[in-house]
Nanobody, 121 residues
Framework: QLQVVESGGGLVQSGGSLRLSCAASGPVFEIYDMGWYRQAPEKERELVASITTDGSTNYDDSVKGRFTISRDNTKNMVYLYLQMNSLKPEDTAVYYC?????????????WGQGTQVTVSE
C-alpha cells in the first residue's frame, strides 16, 4: 500500500528559505527515482526536482541553483527533502512528492495531500 505525507510548507517572504519533507512508504518508492512536484493555481502540476536511488539529481531550470533535493532510504520508508533557498513569489504552489516512474502512467493517480508554500513579495 502506498502512502506519502508531505510537510514543511508555510508562508515566507521573497528571498527566504524553507525545507520540505516527505515520508513515503511502499516498495516502489524504495526502488524508483523520487521527485518533488508543484501545482500553482490554475496551472498543471510540474516536476521541479528528481533524484535517483544512487543520488543523481535533476532540476527544472526555474529552480536550478536555488533548490536542493535529497533522499534517505530506510527499511520500508523513503524520506525525501527539498531545501528551497532564495524563494520567489512564482514558487508559490502546493508541493507534492511522488515517483516519476509511476506518475508518467495515465492510470496512476495516487497523491498525498501536499504542502502549501506561499512566498510573499
Amino acid at each position: 500500500q502506498l502512502q506519502v505525507v508531505e510537510s514543511g510548507g508555510g508562508l515566507v517572504q521573497s528571498g527566504g528559505s524553507l525545507r520540505l519533507s516527505c515520508a513515503a512508504s511502499g516498495p516502489v518508492f524504495e526502488i524508483y527515482d523520487m521527485g518533488w512536484y508543484r501545482q500553482a493555481p490554475e496551472k498543471e502540476r510540474e516536476l521541479v526536482a528528481s533524484i535517483t536511488t544512487d543520488g543523481s539529481t535533476n532540476y527544472d531550470d526555474s529552480v536550478k541553483g536555488r533548490f536542493t533535493i535529497s533522499r534517505d532510504n530506510t527499511k520500508n520508508m523513503v524520506y525525501l527533502y527539498l531545501q528551497m533557498n532564495s524563494l520567489k513569489p512564482e514558487d508559490t504552489a502546493v508541493y507534492y512528492c511522488n515517483t516519476p516512474r509511476l506518475v508518467v502512467n495515465p492510470a496512476y493517480n495516487y497523491w498525498g495531500q501536499g504542502t502549501q508554500v506561499t512566498v510573499s513579495e
